[in-house]
């Protein structure tokens, strides 16, 4: 496997939390924002009962770094003894390494934060996506730009130090009207270790389905701008989305191909390699035909009846060969600040001299010749400035190997 970075974790458990408190227009998430408490209650025993399951499937990794990530939905709309019981489970199990909670600036409450802290969580994301009204209300966020900055204080003064904070950008012209740069550096000031920037996608399950919002010529200027200022501030760039001052253990675990363990319907997994499946088997919590993915985003999606719980189905895929977990890192590694290593490329194609077959396709060559690409002795990637294009290098990179 490709070496993790500064980290002893090397698996994750997500847990997917599908409760909001609205519907965004762009978001494709499964989530819903029509529940009960009793509805909220039993969807965190089912939680438990899958959570057991799964341990009692990875007896190696017993008393082993893991890291944790509650997402969504908007985990942070319940107190922290919701997510109590998961980590007295996990600490008889395993070593936590890294516990993040996403939050809403919307609902998020200042007590909350010190109890989230004194449970265990020790990062905390923010799903702030602009300081700017104009971006919030057209993305049909409910919260202020106050409520963010505010947010921030909260968390630090509560003693999260890594606090990264989501944004979106790519916008069409006219309606973010604050510079991204002066965001970002608004934020930094404010005590944020960092942001995860994403261009925004018209999704066809949401409401904007159809609409205009989205400009890419936009979106790769801001993005070059999200480079420069990033540098600047010290948020070094982890993948083509992420930047931060601090490492990002629970995602690295994604990028660099190692096993994770999902939770939730809806969620999906990816279980450890064996003897006999060395590429792991990946896996998703409920299916297709309970109409989770319908369009409008809003159905309840999950079990609400006790002899269902316990019964929660797992689909499992046949076992990944060699081939998809190598084509797969392709895509992931090239988000990557070091890029694909060509020791492990030599050894998953298959073929010697890789880097002179790269060297010699002319795509490649150019690229390198340009920048775009940075092949060196040990590995090759795309620059900083590329990675935005890097779905477009996949297919490249894997026709030719
Ligand atoms: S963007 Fe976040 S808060 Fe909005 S609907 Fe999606 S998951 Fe819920």
Known sequence: MIELPLQKSKIGFYFHIPFCPHICPYCDFIKTSKFTKKDVTSFFEELTIQLEYFISKIPEYTKQHI???????????????????????????????????????????????????????????????????????????????????????????????????????????????????????????????GISAYAL?????????????????????????????????????????????????????????YPYIGIGTGAHGLLPPTQENPFGIRYKIGNDSEKTYAPGNDQLIFSDKINRMKNFSVVYESPRSQREYFEEMIFTLLRTPKGIPLNWLNK??????????????LKIKRAIHEGKILLSEVSIALSPEEKIRGDSWVADFISLI
């Open 67 to 193: 890291t944790v990530y509650f997402g969504g939905g908007t985990p942070g709309l319940f107190e922290a003894s919701y997510y109590e019981n998961f980590f007295n489970i996990l600490r008889k199990n395993y070593i936590i390494e890294e516990a993040t909670l996403e939050t809403n600036p919307y609902t998020n409450i200042e007590r909350r934060f010190e109890d989230y802290y004194n449970i265990g969580f020790n990062r905390i994301t923010l799903g702030a996506q602009s300081l700017c009204l104009n971006t919030l209300k057209t993305l049909g966020r409910k919260h202020k730009p106050e409520h963010i900055l505010n947010n921030i204080a909260w968390a630090r003064k509560s003693g999260f130090e890594n606090i990264q904070v989501d944004l979106i950008y790519g916008l069409k012209k006219g309606v973010r009207t604050i510079s991204i740069q002066d965001e970002i550096k608004k934020l930094h000031d404010t005590g944020a270790s």
């Open 201 to 257: 996608t018209i999704e066809n399950r949401t409401l904007f389905a159809k609409s205009d919002y989205a400009n890419e010529d936009i979106a790769a200027h801001e993005y070059l701008e999200i480079l420069k200022i990033c540098s600047l501030l010290n948020f070094r760039q982890h993948e083509t989305s992420n930047f931060s001052s601090l490492e990002t253990f629970h995602n690295n675990i994604y990028w660099y191909g």
């Open 348 to 361: 998953y194609s298959n073929k010697e001299n890789i880097n002179e077959i790269l060297k010699q396709n």
